[in-house]
């Protein structure tokens, strides 16, 4: 972005020494922009979780987390999410220095990583809604699955979100605009991740204390 | 409960978000208008960051009879009193800022000093609502009906009245006829006291809030007050329409060219009205509070002469875009056909929402050069008294 300055020396100088170049560049702006919304989605993700920590308890008679919830699909899913923002990381790295194959490839692990911790996700709701444990049964399911469907439901629009820009990618290279995007998503990325570590500690965990 | 929880925890604060745009229109009306600058500036942000945390911790004040535990109450009641000490702060800051000024009673500035008769009423109520066991007694009545409106009509509609007077002709280059905007204001004023001070009244004497019918013979007086006040605040808002159609009937008496007609402190008004759409061809130097200011002050005792020489490069500035108004247009489709159970309408919504944001974001120009001419030529054919 250019600037305009005044012809006064003076004027040049102050601007020069007070660090007043202007606005900030662009890729900060937007990465400060994307941050806030990532601060409003981790405020709804708090509430989601208040609300899921006072009715863990209330399965009303119906099954439990105790009951449901397998150890070991969590495990993997959760192995899965933090080795794709691994991934991820790659991808931003072999962006940073423009290498078109290593960012491609970054973004395909990336991609299965997610799809496989979606898939796993999926089966454990489908296996819960067969045994009864839907979200109407109780208050205890009905958080569930709201706090863990919204998650879900943010790693589908990432994935949907990381294939739009290999195709950005792919059509106009290296530029600033796709540069910022991937930038964004990989924020997103690791923000979903933090979230998953909450989710796997406060209901996966914690659910089958006694 | 939770619902009603979560609503709460989201909707106090959403208050505050409400009223604090207002109270920065405020502080900005009561600095031009007593050529002074805003008292306190410094306590003004601590008392702003003091709200934002304590808006969160007050929530509960809405369902004291929700049956919580006394502590619970207690706690919360204490909270919600502590919070009028910031807002305290902020009443007397513009009171300070005031005392003491060579005030113009202009249109901006009535809404301002109603706002300030108004809110302490309102701020008042609320104190003696955030004692549980008085909440509990006026629960749900209209005491607490006419507490809300007397902080949220001042705190937010007198705001945007005077922002709406104060700005309308930096928005569109001619000011606000002033009679008719004089006569909205004291319409709204004396009808707006008129309609909710009786209903303090009546809900002392149990009369509760959304009734369908009412047979109490003794609250009927009060009430015809009530709907005698509201019909004055019909004639306000009437009166603004007027102001609108006057105004801009008569655009050419009215018409800003200086770009600053209230002479102003801040840096909006030292750009031309209505402004280009890159604000400043320069970006301006900004020294100390009310940049402006200090710059006219140093300009009429001739320490420093206004720019009269200047280098102009082009200015990238975002193309236009109804990207924002569609996908908010679908955001709501998708909301009411959730709210409703409307499946396949909420399909379109989001279909709609996505087809405009996919459409965005293949479409990589986002931005439009102004060249440096363009910008010279505006800024030689529209000059403003004291340029940046």
């Known amino acids: 972005m250019s600037i305009a300055v005044g012809t006064d020396d003076v004027y040049e100088r102050e601007l020069v020494n007070a660090s007043e170049a202007g606005p900030a560049p662009k890729r900060i702006v937007v990465g400060y922009g994307f941050w806030i919304f990532l601060l409003s989605d981790i405020v709804m993700f708090s509430a989601l979780f208040a609300s899921y920590a006072v009715l863990a308890k209330a399965s009303a008679g119906g099954p439990t987390g105790a009951q449901l919830f397998s150890q070991q699909n969590a495990a993997m899913e959760t192995a899965f999410l933090l080795l794709s923002s691994y991934s991820c990381g790659l991808m931003t790295l072999a962006a940073n220095s423009r290498r078109y194959f290593r960012t491609f490839l970054g973004a395909a692990v990336t991609f299965l990583l997610g799809a496989a911790f979606l898939t796993l996700e999926l089966r454990e709701f489908h296996s819960m809604i067969a045994l009864g444990a839907t979200a109407q049964r109780s208050a205890f399911l009905s958080a569930f699955f709201t706090l863990v469907g919204c998650h879900g439901l943010h790693v589908t629009i990432g994935l949907i979100w990381l294939v739009l820009m290999m195709v950005q990618l792919a059509m106009w290279g290296f530029r600033p605009v796709v540069e910022r995007r991937m930038l964004c998503f990989a924020l997103f990325w690791h923000a979903l991740d933090i979230i998953w570590v909450m989710i796997f500690t406060v209901v996966y965990l914690m659910g089958v204390l006694r | ?388």
């Open chain 2, 1 to 388: 409960m939770m619902y009603v929880n979560l609503f709460w925890v989201w909707g106090h604060p959403e208050v505050y978000i409400l009223v604090m745009p207002a109270y920065g229109i405020y502080s900005e009306v009561s600095a031009t208008f007593s050529s002074k600058p805003l008292f306190g500036y410094r306590s003004m942000v601590g008392a702003t960051l003091a709200i934002c945390v304590l808006s969160y911790t007050v929530w509960l004040h809405h369902f004291f009879t929700m049956g919580a535990s006394a502590s619970v109450n207690a706690f919360f009641g204490i909270t919600s009193m502590i919070i009028g000490v910031p807002t305290g702060v902020k009443i007397f800051n513009w009171l300070f800022t005031m005392y003491g000024g060579r005030v113009r009673i202009t249109v901006p500035v009535l809404w301002t000093i109603g706002f300030m008769v108004t809110f302490v009423f309102g701020g008042l109520t609320g104190v003696l609502l955030a004692l549980p066991p008085v909440d509990w007694q006026v629960h749900n009545s209209l005491f607490l009906v006419a507490h809300f409106h007397h902080v949220i009509i001042p705190g937010v509609l007198f705001g945007v009245m005077a922002g709406y007077n104060y700005w309308f002709p930096k928005a569109f280059g001619f000011r606000l006829e002033e009679r008719w905007g004089i006569a909205s204001f004291w319409c709204w004023f004396i009808g707006f006291h008129l309609a909710f001070m009786p209903l303090y009244v009546v809900g002392l004497m149990g009369m509760t809030r959304r009734m369908q019918h009412y047979d109490v013979l003794s609250w009927q007086p009060w009430l015809w007050v009530a709907e005698a006040g509201a019909v004055i605040v019909l004639g306000g808002i009437l009166c603004q329409i007027v102001q609108l159609v006057v105004s801009i009937r008569h655009r050419e008496q009215l018409r800003d060219t200086t770009g600053d007609p209230w002479n102003g402190r801040t840096l909006e008004w030292s750009t031309a009205s209505p402004p280009p759409a890159w604000n400043f061809a320069v970006p301006p130097r900004v020294g100390e509070l009310d940049a402006f200011w200090a710059k006219k002050q140093r300009v009429r005792a001739k320490q420093e002469q206004p720019v009269s020489r200047r280098e102009y490069q082009p200015i990238e500035v975002p193309r236009n875009n109804p990207t924002g108004f569609v996908t908010a247009f679908f955001a709501v489709i998708t909301g009411f056909a959730l709210i409703w159970h409307i499946w396949w309408m909420a399909g379109v919504g989001l279909l709609g929402a996505a087809a405009t944001l996919l459409t965005y974001m293949f479409h990589p120009d986002e931005e439009v050069e102004i060249s440096a001419e363009q910008v010279a030529l505006f800024d030689r054919t529209h000059p403003v008294e004291v340029s940046l």
